[in-house]
Structure formats: structure tokens, C-alpha cells
């Protein structure tokens, strides 16, 4: 594989096609693209502080389960709100997929040389909305397999609290060591399958599979390409390494002018749009799919 012809194509196409840019904005929107690290963090090594002279929280006022009087109304705000956040998050994350899906027929259609624009390329992700909407649930199962653990541990926690009332109670130390041998094992598998769901997209959109098929297929594109993958992989890491120390400065910058944030949003959606065509690309080589040859003609791609 031509990396370095791969990145130049994939270049070339976002410039032509700058709707592309418009759908990796709604990806970024939803939060389900890439992401880059916070520049401003904040580290305290073991002598920054006396952990060990800290007082107990629950000694020195109280179990946080106890003697709760928050009136009923503030209750019912703080659970509406939280609601309200999860579905606009839920509606927000659905299309950023369907989005997904989108730019993965755009490239497709335009390597075809076929004429697309945003909303072709939009109805195309909705009309296998659900297919691409079970294929992004498949790695967050995990994690909500191991949300609503620790929501169960935590209420036992409150559980021996309350019964304890302020008494050390040996139990409580090992309520949550579950939960950490369950992270262990699910946050890999989590990781995994988020890794394989950038073929399995690309399987419902281009092959048009379900969602077990898809990452079926997936697995054993992957399993066929895994060198030049995981080139390809690194190669996506070192672009965003190198723009990301380019960009530090302009993005304090923009973070702290509330003005600039739409400029931020896009240059995230550029991004987004950059990474999926490349992956698309890379996709369409290794599977071998027709490509549009200069004199309009169909030409199979060698892969």
C-alpha cells in the first residue's frame, strides 16, 4: 500500500468535496469521532499532599447517604435535567452515526464517479440508520454492562452506610473489587471492538450486511490486512500527534474566545471527515472494489 498516495487522495477528495467536512462535523458533534487530549491537566505526585493525615470524609461530616433532605421539587429538577441531557446526548449520537455512514458512501460514490452531495450522502447513512446504530452499540455494551455494575455497587455501598451508621464495616472495602476485575476485563474487549467497528461500518455501507455480519466481515478484513492496518493505524496516530502540538496554542486560544468555538467544531469535523476517507479508502483497496478510471470507464482496483 501507497501511503503516502493514500493520504494525498484523501486530501484531494476533501478538498473537492468539502460536504464531506460538513457530515464530520455532525460525527464530531456526537462526540463518536476522534478526540484529543485536554492541554491543561493537572498532576500531584505522592508529596504535594498528606493522604494519610486527610481526615475520613464520613468521620468528619457524615455518610453523603445519610441524612439526605433535598426537597422533593429539586429532586425531580436534577432527575428531569439528567434526562433530558441523556436524550439530547441519545439524539446527538445517532446522528454523528448515521453521519458516519454517510461519508463512508460519499467517498465511495465519488471514487465510483458518481455525483453525491450532503443530503444523498445523509439519506444514504439513514437508510441503514438502524444497521449502523446496532453496529455502534455493540462496543458500548461494555461499558454499559460495567456503568450499571458500579451503579450497583454503589448502592450497596449506600446499603452498608446506612446500615453501619458511621461504624467502620470491613465489607464496604470490598464492595467495588468486583467492579475493578470487571473493568479489567471489559474496558479491553471495549477497545476491541471499537477498533473493529471502523470495518464494520464499512462493511454495512459498501457490502450492505448486518450488524453480525458486518463485523463478521470486519474481522476477517482486518485478520487479511492487519500489517497494513496497523501501518495505517500508527500513521493516524502520528498525524494527530503532530497537528495536535501544531494546533496547541490556536486551541487555548479558541477555548477561551466562546466566539471561536464554531471554528473549532470545524476544524474537528475536518478531521473526522479526513480519517474516515482515509479508512474508506484504505477499505476499498484492500477488498479490491471497482474505482472510476480517467476516461469514465470502470476499473477494478488491485488490492
Known amino acids: 500500500m501507497d501511503y503516502g498516495n493514500l493520504i494525498s487522495k484523501t486530501w484531494d477528495i476533501i478538498w473537492k468535496n ?37 481526615p475520613r470524609f464520613d468521620y468528619e461530616y457524615g455518610s453523603p447517604f445519610q441524612n439526605l433532605e433535598l426537597p422533593l421539587i429539586a429532586v425531580g429538577g436534577i432527575v428531569l435535567l439528567v434526562v433530558i441531557l441523556f436524550l439530547a446526548g441519545l439524539v446527538l449520537w445517532a446522528v454523528g452515526t448515521i453521519s458516519r455512514g454517510g461519508l463512508i458512501s460519499a467517498v465511495n460514490e465519488i471514487e465510483l464517479g458518481n455525483p453525491t452531495n450532503f443530503s444523498e450522502a445523509f439519506r444514504a447513512g439513514w437508510q441503514k440508520g438502524w444497521r449502523l446504530i446496532g453496529i455502534g452499540l455493540v462496543p458500548a455494551m461494555p461499558g454499559l454492562v460495567l456503568i450499571f455494575s458500579s451503579l450497583i455497587a454503589l448502592g450497596f455501598y449506600g446499603g452498608f452506610e446506612a446500615l453501619s451508621r458511621g461504624v467502620n464495616n470491613p465489607i464496604e472495602e470490598w464492595v467495588f473489587l468486583p467492579i475493578l476485575v470487571l473493568a479489567c476485563i471489559l474496558v479491553p474487549v471495549m477497545i476491541i471492538l471499537s477498533l473493529l467497528r471502523v470495518f464494520a461500518n464499512r462493511a454495512c455501507m459498501l457490502e450492505d450486511l448486518n450488524v453480525i455480519s458486518s463485523y463478521r466481515r470486519g474481522f476477517e478484513v482486518l485478520g487479511e490486512n492487519l500489517g497494513p492496518a496497523v501501518l495505517l493505524f500508527l500513521l493516524q496516530i502520528a498525524i494527530s500527534v503532530g497537528i495536535g502540538i501544531m494546533m496547541m496554542i490556536p486551541s487555548i486560544l479558541i477555548a477561551l474566545c466562546c466566539f471561536l468555538w464554531p471554528v473549532f467544531l470545524l476544524i474537528g469535523g475536518g478531521f473526522d471527515a479526513f480519517y474516515s476517507t482515509l479508512w474508506t479508502l484504505a477499505w476499498r483497496e484492500w477488498t479490491g472494489l471497482p474505482v472510476a478510471a480517467s476516461d469514465g470507464e470502470v476499473a477494478i482496483s488491485e488490492g
Open 18 to 54: 468539502k460536504f464531506l467536512i460538513l457530515l464530520g462535523v455532525l460525527v464530531a458533534l456526537s462526540g463518536s469521532g476522534g478526540g484529543g487530549g485536554n492541554p491543561a491537566q493537572f498532576t500531584a505526585s505522592g508529596n504535594d499532599l498528606d493522604w494519610q493525615n486527610l
